[in-house]
T-cell receptor
Framework: SQKIEQNSEALNIQEGKTATLTCNYT??????LQWYRQDPGRGPVFLLL?????KEKRKERLKVTFDTTLKQSLFHITASQPADSATYLC????????????FGTGTRLLVSP | GAVVSQHPSRVICKSGTSVKIECRSL??????MFWYRQFPKQSLMLMAT?????????EQGVEKDKFLINHASLTLSTLTVTSAHPEDSSFYIC???????????FGSGTRLTVV
């Protein structure tokens, strides 16, 4: 069956450390993968996109890797801040035409001062 | 940046009544919009793809007669939950993508409670 798995348990880290979140998928062949941030009671906010032929993408304190052999994406936040506390969702795009996304369940990140 | 406005943010309705949720792209045109539902601590589940000027495409298991979608203009899509029941209580979110951008822009969501 098709699955997108993210750590269901919350990730607790100290301010200043690097947070690493994992997204694993099964029986999908995505053309691209996206990461979103979602705060309680709000819609997701787009962070980064990485395509199937890209290994790594960076944006400010964020870094995403994409390994299509392992069927895994890692999402890193360096120098984490309490304001980074939120739920982070990965989403797979099945074709390059930017149609529908399939979302993972999300991982809650808590950054302590 | 691209902005999607969703209204209302919260609504409480009685069982058996209908509720309409609006999704507007404020600064771009969206020929396609997407409607999702999210239950507590669960992922966003795509309900349907709304296409301007044509019928919506519903995901498997989503009742099209219960969740009516209208996309009458390039900036407005509406989702009407008909004959709502308590099990329809959920967080409904719409999204659209501005041409030339990588990500989708989501509305702020609508918390529907059916009593």
């Amino acid at each position: 069956s098709q699955k997108i798995e993210q750590n269901s348990e919350a990730l607790n880290i100290q301010e200043g450390k690097t947070a690493t979140l994992t997204c694993n998928y099964t029986n999908y062949s995505p053309a691209y993968l996206q990461w979103y941030r979602q705060d309680p009671g709000r819609g997701p906010v787009f962070l980064l996109l990485i395509r199937e032929n890209e290994k790594e993408k960076r944006k400010e304190r964020l870094k995403v890797t994409f390994d299509t052999t392992l069927k895994q994406s890692l999402f890193h936040i360096t120098a984490s801040q309490p304001a980074d506390s939120a739920t982070y969702l990965c989403a797979l795009g099945m074709n390059t035409g930017f149609q529908k996304l399939v979302f993972g369940t999300g991982t809650r990140l808590l950054v302590s001062p | 940046g691209a902005v999607v406005s969703q209204h209302p943010s919260r609504v409480i309705c009685k069982s058996g009544t209908s509720v309409k949720i609006e999704c507007r792209s404020l600064d771009f045109q969206a020929t396609t919009m997407f409607w999702y539902r999210q239950f507590p601590k669960q992922s966003l589940m795509l309900m349907a793809t709304s296409n301007e000027g044509s019928k919506a495409t519903y995901e498997q298991g989503v009742e099209k007669d219960k969740f009516l979608i209208n996309h009458a203009s390039l900036t407005l899509s509406t989702l009407t939950v008909t004959s709502a029941h308590p099990e329809d209580s959920s967080f409904y979110i719409c999204s659209a993508r501005r041409t030339g951008t990588d990500g989708y822009t989501f509305g702020s969501g609508t918390r529907l409670t059916v009593v």
